[in-house]
């Protein structure tokens, strides 16, 4: 695919993968991008492995299938390191992002041949300072996207602000608690 990326979310049934694949081409979107976000549906229960993905482009997007060779992989449960292969087909100039406390040399030793970037976002502690609750899915959505540089932070920042107030907007505490873990997900990530 030219002047695009593809990324692949790796998460488990409940964490919020599938929405944060929608909202990132949601988001996308709304800046003028073409656009696909799309999950795999496996067994549809609680806690079992789903993979997403998304196709972002200034470019028609013809191709319509599963993302083989990602630019990017999000892991949004690192205990999927140890049973699905989540490097599979990583573009050598990309990069994985792994919800996880460790550091990204710890995660890189399990990691196998990954020859791209690795990068770790401590989601569950962001999330439970910003929001109370283990919500990983709003910090791992900003961090793919201080990653990938798909779209400038303030862009991304004002877009996701006008989706959280339409979803949420009688819940205005949910809306700052999100807003704040995207924001300490990019100062954890220093961008």
């Given at each position: 695919?030219?002047?695009?990326?593809?990324?692949?979310?790796?998460?488990?049934?409940?964490?919020?993968?599938?929405?944060?694949?929608?909202?990132?081409?949601?988001?996308?979107?709304?800046?003028?991008?073409?656009?696909?976000?799309?999950?795999?549906?496996?067994?549809?229960?609680?806690?079992?492995?789903?993979?997403?993905?998304?196709?972002?482009?200034?470019?028609?997007?013809?191709v319509?299938?599963?993302?083989?060779?990602?630019?990017?992989?999000?892991?949004?449960?690192?205990?999927?390191?140890?049973?699905?292969?989540?490097?599979?087909?990583?573009?050598?100039?990309?990069?994985?992002?792994?919800?996880?406390?460790?550091?990204?040399?710890?995660?890189?030793?399990e990691?196998?041949?990954?020859?791209?970037?690795?990068?770790?976002?401590?989601?569950?502690?962001?999330?439970?300072?910003?929001l109370?609750?283990?919500?990983?899915?709003?910090?791992?959505?900003?961090a793919v996207?201080?990653?990938?540089?798909?779209?400038?932070?303030?862009?991304?920042?004002?877009e996701?602000?006008?989706?959280?107030?339409?979803?949420?907007e009688?819940?205005?505490?949910?809306?700052?608690?999100?807003?704040?873990?995207?924001?300490?997900?990019?100062?954890?990530?220093?961008?």
């Open positions: 695919m030219r002047n695009g990326i593809e990324i692949r979310w790796h998460g488990r049934g409940g964490q919020g993968t599938k929405t944060a694949a929608l909202l990132l081409a949601d988001v996308a979107f709304a800046t003028g991008k073409q656009v696909q976000g799309f999950p795999e549906y496996g067994p549809e229960r609680m806690g079992a492995p789903i993979t997403a993905f998304n196709r972002i482009s200034d470019d028609v997007i013809r319509h299938s599963n993302i083989y060779d990602p630019d990017f992989v999000v892991v949004v449960d690192e205990t999927l390191l140890h049973t699905v292969d989540v490097t599979a087909g990583l573009q050598s100039r990309g990069a994985i992002i792994v919800n996880t406390a460790r550091t990204p040399e710890e995660i890189r030793s990691l196998g041949e990954c020859d791209g970037e690795v990068y770790t976002v401590d989601a569950r502690r962001i999330s439970e300072e910003a109370g609750r283990y919500f990983p899915n709003s910090p791992m959505l900003a996207v201080a990653v990938s540089e798909v779209m400038p932070k303030e862009t991304f920042l004002d996701m602000r006008n989706s959280y107030q339409h979803k949420f009688n819940k205005p505490e949910v809306i700052e608690g999100n807003m704040k873990a995207l924001m300490m997900t990019f100062d954890a990530l220093g961008v």
